[in-house]
């Protein structure tokens, strides 16, 4: 008997009303089929669809930026640090699916932040609107702006203020070429694909260079809300993994010092050491305020230091290309030495003029030096006795050397950019003779770098072995292991008799100590060699008068060199007036130990 | 007190108490399983208390003869009138409705047990003499008991009961024996007449019907319920997320959920399944009230037994139909899951009329 329909001791009639009672129970359980099949929809067919949706609800994706990696110095003080900072970020899986209600959300942070709504639409246009991964879209976000996007949390999905770690500086132009500044992937760099909008990328100087070690893997965490946008459990989570630990070559103390000294004049001052070519400071000078690029920096402010005349952006040490000027006579006197050309006995009577032909050349003293031998030459830069050297020891030959030292080619340093400067093919025909006196004082078609420079120093001191500048040490991973390491490497060398090393070395330690040129670097118990420069300016002028580039190249102690000190001030004047005393400021900051030893012991 | 016979016990339709009391059973678990901060354990103690009570009104009602009811019908449907016109002067506000009439600790809701006044009187009607012969005369009789109450109660306002009277009334007409060309003559004359009906809704009931018919029309307004309740009965897929999977019902994305939208919480945590479960249990309950309708000897015991069946059904049907986006979103509880003690109450009392009928089939 049917359980539901029972009829119990009822007689087997069906009048039309009972049928009616059947008729509408039949319509309510058709009604209740239609149910069942709008359940089977939503939860079978559909159920995958509207779990996503679910999760979607509940999951709130918080990403942890890592820290950039950190610049050390040679000794293990930072160069440059991360401090907390906020950043606006959306998360475009997290925003309004329909454009309408997700442009609403997009209009509301822009008027609650000030921002641009284009610029905020802009930013969400070119990402997958599924995807996880935040879009950085301010930074530097103030404590309000923070309190602000928290208290409206709910009428902002998607929208998040996050904690990014930014990098902090010692101070804002610190090491400025050298580091390199952290900004946005730019558009070339997104069209490379290698960058998301919003990434932080090392766009200068070392950050560029070691970007990829630097940069870190963010993490992040799933968060499970309630429907009141508080956080209940942490699901899943990410660490994110520091950047790479860099450990420079760079001397922190040296290099502070090097900047004070620079204070003041345009140009840059190399310090390296003759035994590795390690660089222990560069600078370029007037530097660009590295925090500045940071934050999201205005498009006037970012053009004025873009079209700055003085260049503050270009790194002098590796791309400013001058004339070597006297410094180039150490590389005359090597070359003529070496091949016999000229004997250190070999002296002439400087009158200040030098005629060939219908030119006259003229020493930068009114009236001469008198009577000079090679070394009260180089002692003095008398220009009279390099012009008659370089006629002897003939053009090929000195650009044959100029290359041997490095001129003209890439020293191997890592910075990008590196300029190689200039030494001309040796021409067999068609050379005038004027051209090779010029080059002999280190005029005309020459032109050197500041680290080439330091370069070539470096090889007079250690008697000859040009090295690679070296500026990384080696790269740690944050838990120590080790991911990059440089020995330093030997990229060049130039055979010359010892007598002739042992030459050079006195005539310039005799510069600085018995009243040569460089008698502005002296500093008393430390003994420095050193070679002034004067680099004239095409096209002088009375206007151009004191416009001269003024080069002074140094290392010390002469007898066992540990540094070597280049120094290059743009239109500064006189090397021995101007580069000289810098010079002297930086070797008394990296020996002042030694000098304050020698001082109180007399 | 109550004099009861053995013959009456004999013929208790235990397998329609069985499905009210797991329907009950169910609703106090899923009651249990939503906190709701610390009153997570109150509500589902208080629906098990309201059970209690309902019970005991039932086995009252169920002792009692309903023939007397229905004599006494025009007595409770003016007591009932009376209560949904207290509403205004009394009647507590609870998000702009005044639904509730409060009573020292208690809130009850006069709509709910006006209910089965309705559907009382409608029987009183329809069986009086005046209304015979089944005909246009009936019809015009019976309308006002549903158009009064109508206003009063849409006025509070509460479309979903308002609205819930006129299929009641339509399916004890078709019981009784009314021609369905005149019923469907009344039926498209009130059709017609819904434009009107338009101007006398609120704007929020009338954004919930747009939201029906279009529902990203206002995704974190109107539209968000169903939005979500969709999400809750969907993602609970087949077998269902569990209680502590169910993150729609437990972080609180499902909006009134306690109360209207319970079978989402329910389809969630137990999925399709379940679901099948439930709805079984629903249609064993109505069928058998229908049965008894059916096997109902006179034209009284007959019509109270549909009534009473056709308001539960008409009931489970809109707030079902209204949680996985069938139908509209109007207020309207799902008889004997959702938590309220008023609602509780009229629907064991609609049982305990249904067992009253069974019971006395066959003196």
Redesign the interface.
């Known amino acids: 008997m049917n359980?539901?329909?029972?009829?119990?001791?009822?007689p087997g009639r069906r009048d039309?009303?009972?049928r009616?009672?059947?008729a509408?129970?039949v319509v309510?359980?058709a009604?209740?089929v239609?149910?069942?099949g709008?359940?089977?929809y939503?939860?079978?067919l559909?159920?995958?669809?509207?779990?996503d949706?679910?999760?979607k609800?509940?999951i709130r994706i918080r990403p942890i930026a890592a820290p950039r990696g950190i610049l050390f110095d040679r000794h293990g003080t930072p160069l440059v640090d991360n401090r907390p900072a906020f950043t606006l970020s959306l998360i475009p899986r997290e925003l309004?699916r329909?454009s309408a209600?997700r442009d609403a959300v997009l209009g509301r942070v822009a008027s609650l932040l000030r921002i641009p709504y284009q610029e905020l639409q802009d930013a969400v246009a070119r990402v997958q609107l599924d995807s996880f991964l935040p879009v950085r879209v301010r930074r530097g976000l103030t404590l309000g702006d923070v309190a602000k996007v928290e208290e409206w949390k709910l009428e902002l999905p998607g929208v998040i203020a996050e904690v990014e770690p930014q990098r902090v500086y010692p101070t804002s132009r610190f090491a400025a070429h050298l580091l390199g500044y952290v900004r946005e992937a730019n558009d070339d760099q997104l069209r490379q694909g290698r960058y998301r909008r919003g990434e932080m990328v090392g766009q200068s100087g070392l950050e560029r260079l070691l970007d990829d070690y630097l940069r870190g893997q963010d993490g992040g965490e799933r968060i499970?809300?309630?429907?009141?946008g508080r956080p209940?459990r942490v699901i899943q989570q990410s660490e994110p993994h520091a950047g790479a630990q860099v450990i420079t070559t760079v001397d922190r103390r040296i290099q502070e010092a090097t900047e004070r000294a620079m204070e003041g004049n345009a140009g840059a001052a190399v310090v390296m050491d003759p035994r590795n070519g390690d660089l222990l400071a560069m600078v370029s000078t007037p530097a660009f305020a590295l925090d500045r690029f940071t934050e999201t920096i205005d498009r006037n402010a970012w053009l004025r230091v873009v079209q700055d005349p003085r260049f503050p952006l270009m790194n002098r040490a590796v791309q400013g290309q001058y004339a070597p000027a006297s410094i180039f006579k150490i590389l005359v006197a090597a070359a003529g030495l070496q091949e016999g050309s000229i004997t250190p006995a070999d002296s002439t009577h400087c009158t200040g003029e030098f005629r060939l032909g219908n030119a006259t050349f003229r020493d930068w003293k009114e009236g001469g030096h008198g009577t000079v031998d090679l070394k009260r030459a180089i002692m003095h830069s008398c220009n009279i006795y390099f012009y008659q050297a370089g006629l002897k020891v003939g053009v090929a030959t000195l650009l044959r050397y100029a290359s041997a030292f490095g001129f003209g080619a890439s020293t191997g340093i890592e910075l990008q950019g590196e300029k190689f400067g200039l030494v001309p093919r040796p021409a067999r025909r068609g050379w005038p003779l004027g051209e090779t006196v010029n080059l002999s004082i280190g005029q005309g078609p020459v032109l050197v770098t500041p680290t080439q420079v330091a370069r070539f120093i470096a090889a007079v001191a250690n008697g000859g072995v040009l090295w690679r500048p070296r500026i990384v040490q080696r790269i740690e991973r944050p838990d120590g292991g080790l991911l990059y390491s440089d020995a330093g490497q030997v990229n060049g060398h130039v055979e010359l008799s010892p007598i002739v090393w042992e030459f050079l070395r006195r005539s310039l330690w005799a510069a600085v100590n018995d009243g040569g040129t460089g008698a502005g670097a002296r500093i008393p118990g430390l003994d420095i060699a050193g070679k002034t420069g004067t680099a004239q300016i095409i096209g002088k002028s009375k206007a151009a008068l004191g416009q001269d580039h003024a080069w002074f190249a140094a290392f010390a102690p002469v007898k066992d060199p540990e540094v070597v000190v280049v120094v290059l001030a743009e239109r500064g004047g006189k090397g021995g007036e101007v580069a000289a005393p810098i010079a002297r400021q930086i070797l008394n900051a990296i020996f002042f130990e030694k000098v304050a030893a020698i001082e109180i012991g007399g | 007190m109550l004099r009861i016979d053995r013959r009456l016990l004999q013929n208790v339709d235990w397998a329609l108490l069985a499905a009210a009391c797991a329907l009950v059973l169910i609703s106090v678990m899923t009651l249990a399983t939503l906190s709701v901060g610390r009153a997570g354990g109150v509500v589902a103690l208080r629906q098990a208390v309201w059970f209690g009570v309902g019970l005991l009104a039932l086995v009252a009602v169920a002792s009692l003869d309903y023939r007397r009811f229905v004599r006494a019908a025009p007595a409770l449907y003016l007591l009932g009138l009376g209560a949904l016109a207290l509403v205004w002067v009394v009647g507590r506000s609870v998000s702009g409705a005044r639904r509730w009439i409060v009573l020292g600790p208690l809130s009850v809701q006069p709509s709910e047990l006006f209910k089965v006044c309705f559907v009382l009187m409608a029987v009183w009607v329809i069986t009086s003499r005046g209304a015979q012969p089944m005909g246009r005369t009936t019809l015009a009789m019976t309308l006002p008991i549903a158009a009064v109450p109508f206003v009063l109660i849409i006025k509070q306002p509460d479309l979903g009961t308002a609205l819930l009277l006129f299929p009641v009334l339509m399916v004890l007409l078709v019981g009784a024996g009314l021609r369905l060309r005149v019923l469907g003559g009344a039926v498209a004359t009130g059709l017609a007449a819904l434009p009107l009906a338009w101007l006398v809704l609120k704007d929020y009931q009338r954004e919930r019907i747009l939201v029906f018919l279009d529902p990203v029309r206002d995704p974190l307004g109107s539209a968000y319920n169903v939005i979500q309740a969709k999400i809750a009965i969907g993602s609970g897929q087949f077998l269902g997320k569990g209680v502590a999977g169910a993150t729609q019902s437990q972080l609180a994305f499902l909006p009134e959920r306690h109360t209207d939208f319970i079978f989402a919480v329910f389809a969630e945590t137990w999925g399709f399944v379940g679901c099948l479960v439930l709805l079984t249990c629903y249609l064993l309950l109505l069928l058998r009230g229908f049965d008894i309708a059916g096997s109902a000897r006179e034209p009284v015991g007959r019509l109270v037994a549909l009534g009473m069946t056709a308001l539960l059904a008409v009931q489970v049907v809109i707030n079902v139909g209204m949680v996985t986006g069938l139908l509209p979103v109007v207020g309207i509880p799902l008889p004997l899951m959702s938590y309220g003690g008023s609602s509780m109450l009229a629907s064991l009392v609609a049982i305990g009329l249904l067992l009253s009928v069974r019971m006395r089939q066959f003196q």
């Not at chain 1, 559909?46 to 779990?51: A, D, I, V």
């Open positions: 359980p539901v329909f029972g009829h119990r001791g009822m039309a009303v009972e009616r009672v059947m509408i129970a309510v359980t009604v209740f239609i149910i069942v709008q359940l089977w939503l939860q079978v559909e159920g995958g669809r509207f779990l949706a679910s999760d609800n509940r309004p329909e209600s499970e809300v309630d429907a009141m209940v």
